[in-house]
């Protein structure tokens, strides 16, 4: 690939970000709003497999398949040293789709 303006500033954004999130109060908003953005998409993709009712295995196989991916990313995460704000992002995503999810679950069983 060549070496475009795009390219350079993708490729430093994870380590911009992390540098950006090195406060601890910056960290702790950007883990809270993706838990929170996790936790609508979570919250919209069961509100939208239960209205449609014809979606239903296309959209837990579509999670179940995301969830996965991310546990498989999760790995490499782990096993790379410095800093650990990705893997903090990820889980967040993960646990706020999760939540969002039997939210909707127990909002539909009542």
Do not use: C, H
Request: glycine content about 10%; aromatic content about 4%; charged content about 15%.
């Amino acid at each position: 690939m060549q070496a475009t303006r795009l390219n350079r500033l993708s490729g430093q954004l994870l380590s911009r970000l992390s540098q950006w999130a090195e406060n601890p109060w910056r960290r702790f908003s950007l883990l809270l709003l993706v838990l929170l953005a996790g936790f609508s998409a979570g919250v919209s993709i069961g509100s939208v497999a239960g209205v449609l009712m014809v979606i239903d295995p296309v959209g837990a196989l579509v999670v179940v398949a995301a969830s996965e991916l991310a546990i498989k990313a999760r790995r490499p995460l782990l096993k790379r040293g410095g800093d650990k704000l990705p893997l903090g992002l990820l889980d967040m995503a993960r646990m706020g789709i999760v939540y969002g999810l039997l939210l909707e679950g127990v909002k539909s069983s009542i």
